[in-house]
């Protein structure tokens, strides 16, 4: 991984083979980002995406192991249980163009991975909604 920085703002590369999620999380720790805004494209491979079916309250998921571009990667930081938790959905193309999307639990860097991660300072976390099933947005006023 390589960063520079600009104030809040930083400018993140994730090399072949790192785990997003996993890298851009620890990241958020040593940085000590609580909150922010991260969005980034780049080559990626062994995803696994979900949507969420409320009526369940569980996500169903997909993997797809083969390279795929990711054509957006939009995503927030808040707290959670004390912890940096990045919720990040995605959008990904094959090379038939064809055009996948949600929920993003994991995917490793392909090729290369870009992103642009904004941090916040505001005091807002993520508690268990029950009605949901899902930790939600609680801010701070």
Known sequence: ???EQDGDTFIIYLEKDDCIMESLTKFCKDQNIDNGKISGIGAIKE??????DLSNKEYITQSFEEVWELTSFQGNIQLKEGNPF???HINIS????????????EATVAAVGEFVLNKIN???KRVLNPDIGLACMVLSR
């Open 47 to 52: 995803i696994e995406l979900g949507a969420y």
């Open 1 to 3: 991984m390589q960063f």
């Open 122 to 124: 505001t005091k807002g």
């Open 86 to 88: 990045i919720h990040a």
């Open 94 to 105: 094959n090379h038939d163009l064809k055009v996948k999307g949600g929920h993003l639990f």
